[in-house]
Every structure is written in structure tokens, then in C-alpha cells.
């Protein structure tokens, strides 16, 4: 079955690390995305990506930062640069703008700060 | 600018009882709606979707009715069961491309057996 696989599921980090969070796709999108989720909050975007080698910032995008070199892949790195990455972390794809067509969503990470 | 508003939860409900989630929206020309749904420690999945005006979206029990004179887009269900116990997200593409949406802050659902 096709879908959007996150991994780790969990991940913890200490103060000053950076940690890579993996997003890969097998629905044969162009468009990938990176959201964060807070508790009580609506999602907000971090980058997105339309096309292999190419991304765009989203609305809190400091602190953060992604690559696209293969259409199946779009990491994501949580610099030292963010101060409050505690978070779930939603990477989602979509076959052309998701926003008007709807986006596929991985399971998430959920990143803590030790 | 844009802007979606949905009802605080949590919203608590007896099994079978009546559903409504309300969503309104602030926006410039005429997007498309969405819902989402999200049960607990997972993503969000799509509920359903509506592309103009009067159009009723609808999946697995869920309706909602594209309102352009009210700008609201209310999800709901006639008989809930525990199983749709999650959060909802009403969703509204931006008017840049579509590649940028705005989630509602998401309303909490309860259902009891």
C-alpha cells in the first residue's frame, strides 16, 4: 500500500543537537511538506517542497532545515538554532497543491527535549 | 487575511447523539474546504472535501455543506459512535497556489459508550 513512512516515531534530544527527522513517500508525489503540531493548536508549516530540489520556507521556518534530492525523500533537521523544538512533528504529501487537492499524512515524530 | 475559526472543544457526547463541529471562514475568492481528522497519536487523515458553494461533502457518516452567504463549512454526523472519538480540523487553502493551507486550531470529540 502506498503512504507516508516517519521515522523515529519518538525522538529525544539534548540541548545544543542537531537530529534529522525522515519522511519518505511511496505515492509518487510532487509536493511534500513539513508541519508542526502543538498542543491545542492548529498545524503550522515549516518548508515545502513542489519538486525535487527545490523548497520553500513556511511560516516558521527559523531554525530549521530540509533537503529534496530524491522525489521519495524529504528530511527534516531541527537545528541547535531552535529554542523550543518540543513538539509533534506531521510530514505530509499531495499530487499537486494539497491544498487544493488534500494531503496524505505520515504518523508523525514526536520530538522532546531532555 | 485568511482565517478559519472552529469551535473550542472538548465536545463530550453520548453514543448515537447528534454531531455538530462548526467552522467558519474569512477568505478572498472561492477555495476549496476541507476537514481532517486525527485520532490520538496519530497524522491527520482527510475527512472529506468540498469545492463550491453548496457543494455537501461527505465520508463514513460525515457531512458538511459548503455555506459561501454564511462562510461556514459545519461538520456533522446524525449518530456517533466511539469510534470517531479524535480531534477535527477544519482546513482552508490559502489563496497563493494552494500550497499553503490554514488549520483550524482543531475541536476535540468525547463520544461515550
Known amino acids: 500500500d502506498g503512504g507516508i513512512t516517519q521515522s523515529p516515531k519518538y525522538l529525544f534530544r539534548k540541548e545544543g543537537q542537531n537530529v534529522t527527522l525522515s519522511c519518505e513517500q511511496n505515492?509518487?508525489?510532487?509536493?511534500m511538506y513539513w508541519y508542526r503540531q502543538d498542543p491545542g493548536q492548529g498545524l503550522r508549516l515549516i518548508y515545502y517542497?513542489?519538486?525535487?530540489?527545490?523548497?520553500q520556507k513556511g511560516d516558521i521556518a527559523e531554525g530549521y532545515s530540509v533537503s529534496r534530492e530524491k522525489k521519495e525523500s524529504f528530511p527534516l533537521t531541527v537545528t541547535s538554532a531552535q529554542k523550543n523544538p518540543t513538539a509533534f512533528y506531521l510530514c505530509?504529501?499531495?499530487?499537486?497543491?494539497?491544498?487544493?487537492?488534500?494531503?496524505?499524512f505520515g504518523s508523525g515524530t514526536r520530538l522532546t527535549v531532555v | 487575511g485568511d482565517s478559519v475559526t472552529q469551535m473550542e472543544g472538548p465536545v463530550t457526547l453520548s453514543e448515537e447523539a447528534f454531531l455538530t463541529i462548526n467552522c467558519t471562514y474569512t477568505?478572498?475568492?472561492?477555495?476549496?474546504l476541507f476537514w481532517y481528522v486525527q485520532y490520538p497519536g496519530e497524522g491527520l487523515q482527510l475527512l472529506l472535501k468540498?469545492?463550491?458553494?453548496?457543494d455537501k461533502g461527505s465520508n463514513k457518516g460525515f457531512e458538511a455543506t459548503y455555506r459561501k452567504e454564511t462562510t461556514s463549512f459545519h461538520l456533522e454526523k446524525g449518530s456517533v459512535q466511539v469510534s470517531d472519538s479524535a480531534v477535527y480540523f477544519c482546513?482552508?487553502?490559502?489563496?497563493?497556489?494552494?500550497?499553503?493551507?490554514?488549520f483550524g486550531a482543531g475541536t476535540r470529540l468525547f463520544v461515550k459508550a
Open positions: 477568505a478572498t475568492g472561492y477555495p476549496s
Open positions: 505515492l509518487n508525489h510532487d509536493a
Open positions: 517542497s513542489q519538486i525535487v530540489n527545490d523548497f
Open positions: 482546513a482552508l487553502p490559502m489563496n497563493t497556489g494552494g500550497f499553503k493551507t490554514i
Open positions: 468540498a469545492t463550491k458553494a453548496d
Open positions: 505530509a504529501s499531495s499530487a499537486g497543491a494539497g491544498g487544493n487537492y488534500g494531503y496524505t
